[in-house]
């Protein structure tokens, strides 16, 4: 079993920042791509941003420039910094993770979600 655990959500003026954070846990062998995306209701979950176990990165053209994401693999967790915020940008947040428990099965595994409000 494998759980996604996500924190640092919040919420913050337009301009301001937030980091969050996503810590895997569990039976892990090995974990592939990681990623952020996120969802407003009515919408599709869309990628905010998605990094590769040698660090590629990719950014859609929303919040490329004021979004960096990065990985420590060592301690199985990606982060999210998100600089200059937009009213727009306000959405649960999911973090993602491409992850095998034997090398072999690979499987995609989600956090809860966590909540960012901008206001403006």
């Known amino acids: 079993q494998v759980h996604l655990v996500e924190s640092g959500g919040g919420s913050v003026h337009t301009g301001g920042s937030l980091r969050l954070y996503c810590a895997a846990s569990?039976?892990?062998?090995?974990?592939?791509?990681m990623g952020w995306y996120r969802q407003t209701p009515g919408n599709q979950r869309e990628l905010v941003a998605s990094?590769?176990?040698?660090?590629?990165?990719n950014y859609p053209d929303a919040v490329k420039g004021r979004f960096t994401i990065s990985r420590d693999n060592a301690k199985n967790s990606v982060y999210l910094q998100m600089n200059s915020l937009k009213p727009e940008d306000t959405a649960v947040y999911y973090c993602?993770?491409?992850?095998?428990?034997?090398?072999?099965?690979?499987?995609?595994?989600w956090g809860q979600g966590t909540q960012v409000t901008v206001s403006s």
């Open positions: 569990g039976s892990i062998y090995s974990i592939g791509n």
């Open positions: 990094i590769g176990s040698g660090g590629s990165t």
């Open positions: 993602n993770a491409f992850i095998t428990n034997n090398g072999l099965n690979w499987r995609d595994y």
